[in-house]
């Protein structure tokens, strides 16, 4: 089991020294034997996945920070059971969003009706629909294929695609240190690694 340090890591970004794209059951078993740098890169890998679950329902940011410390807490006191490393995401996404009913009832104001908070229990145990399970399960998707890119285009393809507002030519050249008439070429070449890395997990 991780000592309590590990739960300060829980926001923390990826630490060097491991590889963001390793898969699922080496960063799993590194985190079982006690190895905070591989829990951190765990949680890094799936935070936006489990961000993005509250704030696509409508919660605040601050709200989804709660939710995002819940689930990160039964992750770690979970994963000595998990069965299958690769059930992971399919784990956290219903998690998620159980956090957020448990959430959404402890919030609701004193007073509020039964029979509301008696539907918002029943609702507990029901599955999110498929569109939304697709939609999460494709978007972390992209972002591991992002991960498995090289370090270049990785910063390249988040500085154009995923930063708001997303960077110029101009500038991602700089941070670079490339030429900025190369970015077009060199971008095209990310993409067309990135979508031939999507169509393979795709098969999988």
Known sequence: ?????????????????????WPDARL??????GDEEAWAAL??????????????QGMSRDAAADVFQRVCMLLLSELPHLRKAEALPMWLIRVTASECRRWRRQEQPYGASFEADELDKAEDDRPLPEETLAQLADEQALRDAVTGLS?????????????????????????????SNSVAFIRARCLERLRKDLERGRRR
Do not use: Q, W
């Open 1 to 21: 089991m991780l000592s309590s340090a590990a739960h300060a890591a829980a926001e923390a970004r990826f630490v060097k020294g491991h590889d963001p794209s």
């Open 151 to 179: 370090p270049r285009c990785r910063e390249l393809v988040t500085m154009l695609f995923f930063e708001d507002p997303p960077r110029s030519y101009i500038d991602a050249a700089r941070v670079l240190g490339m030429a």
């Open 43 to 56: 949680v890094d890998k799936y935070k936006n996945l489990v961000f993005s679950i509250p704030l696509k």
């Open 28 to 33: 799993v078993k590194e985190c079982i034997r």
